[in-house]
């Protein structure tokens, strides 16, 4: 289990640290979420009170486009220069590449998606009722997509279709998520946290269903990108 | 045998490399050396036929043993937006070893003062000996180099010579593909030549240096 953390450890803060060189999230992904807010606001008409009630849906339907782009980068970096025979040869365990990759996704976008809830809450004038609720159901949505993004992600890295692939099989499989983050926000912005707890317990399982998948998958998905 | 694609990439191929052994193996392009490196390696499957690579099989279970495996292959392994020494590094600990067996390693490649240069911004050159050094980092029992003279410079080859030369007084095994035959015959004991995915017959050298057909 020690050798599992530590393994996974090495692997995230390369992930990370590789993305801190390239500023890639920061420089891509973040703007690129942020305009499609952006663009959002503009399309909504801000004067017809429609962004309040339509602002957690926006913000995951943004925060999934950018977690797309933040898994696609995740996989890419291991094509160079035959990392990715590197990888299968380090004696690394691959649930620990696993985890490693997806917790290096999860820390990317909890850090993007509290810079676009800032901006939502500055664009589309919305209010919490309660964060504690709001923070938990984008802890657990993050996960979700990571968990899952990072299956997929490794199902189509070594594909040439991989950038118009990898959309394809994780939008669909992450509806669930964007759905229970959707209502969950929206619970969490409108003071009635008893609604949220069905969606925050479907994202939780999702979360603990696709990270158990990859664990055990990942090995095998390596061999065959 | 193997087969990459549609066709046979290696098929009849009958080689015995005891532990310890330094071999070369040589042929055209082609002739399926890389291949056979990256089989032994555990990177492609085994289709056809059987083998053991540290005592371990080939065909059901060739990820058991790549940890104790060191490829030198036409890539470097290596993370463009790394520098030298963080690539040594992962790999060194990725393999279980210490952060002070990469720092050795990188000066011994002679990379000291390109340790905090990014990989994409070194040169050919430096890039091949960190490919070198990411081989030596892992301290594995089996090294598995494939051309692994090419970019480098004289002082590179020196490197390389006396790491091949080390790993075979240590008692490790290591197999060498390559198009430079004399200088790598003065390093080795024995070559298996290889044309059309066939290895076909080994040579074998005297303690003098001859070949000798066997």
Not at chain 1, 53 to 74: D, I, M, N, Y
């Amino acid at each position: 289990m020690r050798r599992l953390v530590s393994e996974l450890a090495l692997v995230a803060g390369k992930d990370l640290r590789i993305e801190a060189r390239s500023r890639v999230t920061t420089n891509q992904v973040l703007p690129f979420a942020g305009m499609v807010l952006l663009l959002f606001a503009f399309a909504l008409d801000p004067d017809r009170g429609l962004l309040p009630r339509v602002a957690p849906g926006l913000f995951w339907v943004a925060t999934l486009l950018a977690g797309l782009l933040a898994v696609s980068r995740a996989f890419a970096i291991e094509g160079e220069n035959g990392a990715r025979d590197g990888l299968r040869l380090s004696g690394l365990d691959p649930a620990a590449v696993y985890l490693g990759k997806a917790a290096s996704v999860t820390l990317q976008l909890l850090a993007l998606e509290a810079v676009l809830a800032a901006g939502m809450f500055l664009l589309y004038d919305v209010e919490v009722a309660n964060v504690g609720l709001l923070v938990l159901s984008a802890g657990l949505a993050t996960a979700g997509v990571a968990a899952a993004g990072s299956v997929y992600g490794a199902l189509a890295a070594g594909l040439r279709v991989r950038e118009t692939l990898l959309p394809l099989l994780l939008l669909p499989v992450v509806a669930p998520v964007m759905l229970g983050a959707t209502r969950a926000w929206e619970a969490a912005l409108s003071g009635a946290p008893s609604e949220a707890w069905p969606w925050v317990q479907v994202m939780a399982v999702f979360a603990v269903i696709y990270t158990a998948l990859g664990v055990v998958a990942f090995g095998p998905l390596m061999e065959e990108s | 045998m193997t087969v990459l694609g549609r066709f046979p990439a290696l098929s009849g191929v009958d080689l015995d490399v005891m532990e310890g052994d330094a071999v070369l193996l040589s042929g055209p392009n082609g002739a399926g050396k890389s291949t056979l490196l990256r089989l032994i390696a555990g990177l492609v499957p085994l289709t056809g036929g059987e083998g053991q690579v540290l005592g371990r099989d080939l065909a059901r279970d060739r990820r058991s043993f790549r940890a104790e495996v060191a490829l030198l292959g036409h890539d470097t392994f290596c993370y463009d937006d790394l520098t030298a020494a963080e690539n040594l590094r992962f790999h060194a600990r990725a393999a279980g070893r210490p952060k002070a067996v990469a720092d050795a390693v990188l000066e011994r490649v002679g990379l000291g003062r390109s340790a905090n240069v990014a990989h994409r911004l070194l040169s050919a050159g430096q890039k091949r000996r960190l490919a070198l050094g990411v081989v030596l980092a892992r301290e594995a029992r089996l090294l598995l180099l494939d051309e692994p003279h090419a970019g480098l410079d004289a002082p590179g080859r020196e490197i390389l010579d006396g790491a091949i030369a080390d790993a075979k007084a240590s008692g490790r095994t290591v197999i060498v593909a390559s198009h430079e035959l004399e200088q790598v015959r003065a390093l080795v004991g024995r070559e298996v030549v290889m044309a059309g995915g066939h290895a076909s017959g080994g040579l074998v050298a005297e303690p003098d240096g001859d070949l000798v057909g066997v």
